[in-house]
């Protein structure tokens, strides 16, 4: 059973059944809950000082604002050791990126319904600033905006169903330049075996794309590569990090030319 099991009954009644659901990109104890109130996917982390805290915490803020492209939080709860999430539980599957998926179009289709969220005045405070330290101050003015942005793109935060398409793991949503989201689904495009060329045809189908100055393209570029280089300097080991950073490289080569 769940750590927390007896938090979460005020929301679920008695448990019939919970299964494990993935590794949950650094969530404690990601858990699919079958129950008297029905069935959520809950989430929870320890409830301690830290960015896997706050990073929930901004979740459950952002959640009322984008339950247009992400499953709705039904309820969150906390005590001394836990803080945990109850959300819709949506079958479905994560996408495929690589070229020639029938699932690009619905990648596309949900990140342009992103684009028309409104900023949340709860989210003003929270500028986008992780590229700032690879960027100059020019640089930086480029990536400032105020576009609600989802930067934690990739194939499996991507939950398609027969009836839509959703955005998983909004636990750092920032505001930035519309640049940073089509830049980030570029390189990851670039990383699923695309051509840099064939990713700047899906992008450049995103309006954040089209709303974005190349200026700005070849800035959050070369500090995107920045940020992996560094990551990469820290954990060399990991081969998903160093494809990634020569993902960054074909990307910054390709859109400045």
């Known amino acids: 059973m769940i750590p927390f099991t007896d938090l979460i ?3 679920t009644g008695e448990a019939s059944r919970v299964r494990p659901a993935g590794e949950g990109h650094g969530w404690s104890t990601p858990a699919l809950v079958s129950s008297d109130q029905g069935e959520f996917f809950v989430k929870g982390v320890p409830n301690r ?3 896997r805290l706050d ?5 459950a803020t952002i959640n009322p604002f984008v339950r247009d ?3 709705t939080m039904r309820w969150q709860a906390e ?3 836990w803080f945990v999430m109850g959300f819709d539980a949506i079958e479905g599957r994560p996408a495929d990126f690589l070229p020639g998926s029938s699932d690009l179009g619905r990648v596309v289709e949900v990140l342009n319904r992103v684009s028309k969220i409104p900023l949340p005045a709860v989210a003003r405070g929270w500028e986008e600033t992780r590229w700032d330290r690879f960027a100059t101050d020019d640089e930086k003015a480029l990536l400032r905006g105020d576009s609600l942005t989802y930067t934690d793109v990739h194939e499996l935060n991507f939950l398609l169903t027969e009836g839509g398409t959703w955005l998983l793991d909004w636990g750092w949503p920032t505001h930035g330049a519309p640049i940073i989201m089509p830049s980030d689904l570029a390189v ?3 990383a699923a075996h695309h051509s840099p ?7 450049g189908q995103l309006e954040a794309w089209k709303a974005s100055s190349l200026e700005s393209a070849i800035a959050f570029a070369r500090a995107n590569v920045g940020l992996y280089e560094w990551q990469v300097e820290a954990r060399p080991e990991q081969e998903w990090l160093v494809a990634m950073l020569d993902a960054a490289k074909a990307w910054h080569q390709h859109v400045k030319g």
């Open 9 to 11: 009954r005020a929301h």
């Open 49 to 51: 000082p830290g960015g």
């Open 55 to 59: 990073s929930a915490r901004r979740e």
């Open 69 to 71: 492209v992400t499953p």
């Open 79 to 81: 005590d001394e050791h």
């Open 188 to 190: 990851q495009l670039v």
């Open 197 to 203: 060329e064939s990713a700047e045809g899906w992008v």
